[in-house]
């Protein structure tokens, strides 16, 4: 019996007890306090935002974000299918949870030892050497790793319990052969929790009081599944690619870190992105997963929507497919702000930023989707302001975002990542945002 209670000052007593080895009643005890999480404050006198962004490209800029408001929805995708959580998917089955992880982390607290402790712990990464990895994993999940020095005994034997559920779950699978290679911790306890809940949201909300994440800052997938998500994209020539990394950062099956920025070119841009089937013989197959109900609650109450920057296609293009986004965004009067990225990648090359407003638009309106569900809106409803990074790499073409009926552009000050090129000074962005949302933000071109 695992007991959460009488946990350190740091902490919120999360007030519940379960077995993991148990069932449904401890289950449902834990998800009824989910929903909560999913309520917009009607009382908070800060600015209320929903992010659409993928698992890295934003996470520079989420701590600043934090001094303007924490009252943000964070919708992230739940397709990624590289690195360690393709390991996971392969095995285990279930949706992503990379991506969803990443910005738990950087919401999570950091003011004492041991949330940092805590911290390092979730977004700890193995070893690239499979046996290392294999035996510094052991050593973790019996409790004996050096990690462990500042966690609490409360929140240790929580973690621990979650992870060792993970490990069991792997040695139940007699026919795979789990690589620990290159494996993050945060991963895993995610994974333990959601397979042991049979819920990504209670796996979310388990994480977020673990790491003490603000209470009215949510972390959203935007597809709420136990299943396995696998994205698809067509090429304007007509050819069709199956599986989010091998669209944005192909690896050829490798567990060494991602490189996203000298990945080979696409033979022919993106037409569009869509689902397809995990299941069955018919791999190719469309299929229409449901949006997430919170993010669509969400997306009415808030008074700012944002496109945030990243891979295009694959991180902000799948959240805004689904049947419904389309139709909340285009309803709202709200501050519509696409963050234009400052390089290009594999799936933007040659684009201008008019290129990415379509990309959205055609995204939000089904364009190329479901044949009977299609929208027909235009750009500006969409997004009325453009965010550029100084010195970028991406045109402004001036001319064509007005033909667009977008005439906000705002140039904000940026600066150099040696991994990913030109990105926004977070501190210049977020006052670029807090400019735009008191109503005082002066248009450039």
């Known amino acids: 019996m695992l007991k959460l209670g009488n946990p350190p000052p740091l902490y919120k007593p999360l007030q519940i007890q379960f077995c993991l080895s148990s069932s449904s009643s401890s289950r449902s005890i834990f998800m009824s306090s989910i929903n909560a999480l999913h309520s917009p404050s009607a009382t908070s006198l800060h600015p209320s935002i929903l992010v659409f962004s993928g698992g890295t490209a934003f996470n520079g800029v989420v701590e600043e974000l934090k001094k303007l408001t924490t009252s943000v929805a964070h919708v992230l995708p739940v397709s990624d299918d590289g690195g ?34 805590v911290r390092t712990l979730l977004g700890y990464r193995l070893p690239l050497d499979a046996r290392e990895a294999k035996l510094e994993w052991y050593g973790i999940v019996e409790g004996e790793h050096p990690l462990w020095k500042d966690v609490s005994k409360p929140y240790r034997e929580t973690i621990r319990s979650f992870l060792a559920y993970f490990q069991s779950q792997i040695l139940k699978r007699t026919n795979e052969s789990f690589c620990f290679s290159n494996g993050s911790i945060g991963n895993f306890f995610f994974a333990g929790a959601r397979i042991f809940f049979q819920s990504l949201d209670a796996a979310i909300f388990l994480f977020s009081r673990v790491s003490q994440i603000p209470s009215e800052s949510l972390v959203l997938p935007v597809i709420s599944t136990n299943d396995r998500l696998t994205l698809g994209c067509e090429l304007w020539d007509g050819t069709i690619i199956r599986g989010q990394n091998e669209i944005s950062h192909p690896t050829c099956g490798s567990l060494q870190p991602i490189d996203k920025v000298n990945s080979s070119s696409l033979p022919s841009r993106i037409k569009r992105v869509f689902y397809m089937s995990s299941e069955g013989s018919n791999l190719l197959h469309e ?26 296609f694959t991180s902000i293009c799948p959240s805004l497919v689904l049947l419904g986004v389309g139709e909340i965004i285009a309803s709202r009067s709200c501050a519509k702000v696409l963050l234009l990225n400052g390089t290009y990648d594999r799936e933007t090359s040659g684009f201008s930023a008019s290129c990415f407003v379509t990309a959205i638009t055609d995204a939000l309106n089904r364009t190329y989707g479901h044949l009977n569900k299609r929208l027909k809106n235009n750009p500006s409803e969409y997004i009325n302001t453009v965010f550029v990074p100084k010195d970028g790499q991406i045109p402004v073409d001036i001319k064509c975002l007005a033909a667009q009926g977008i005439v906000q552009v705002v140039h904000v000050k940026s600066m150099h990542d040696p991994k990913v090129g030109i990105v926004y000074e977070p501190t210049s962005l977020i006052q670029a945002l807090d400019d735009l949302l008191s109503g005082c933000t002066n248009t450039q071109s």
Request: proline share 5%; net charge negative.
């Open 287 to 312: 299929v229409f997963p449901t949006v997430n109900p919170s993010v669509l609650e969400q997306l009415r109450n808030v008074d700012c929507v944002i496109y945030g920057m990243g891979s295009l």
């Open 84 to 117: 360690s959580t393709a390991e996971i998917v392969r095995v285990l089955g279930g949706p992503a949870v990379g991506d969803i992880r990443s910005r738990c982390l950087r919401l999570s607290d950091e003011s004492t030892s041991e949330a940092l402790a």
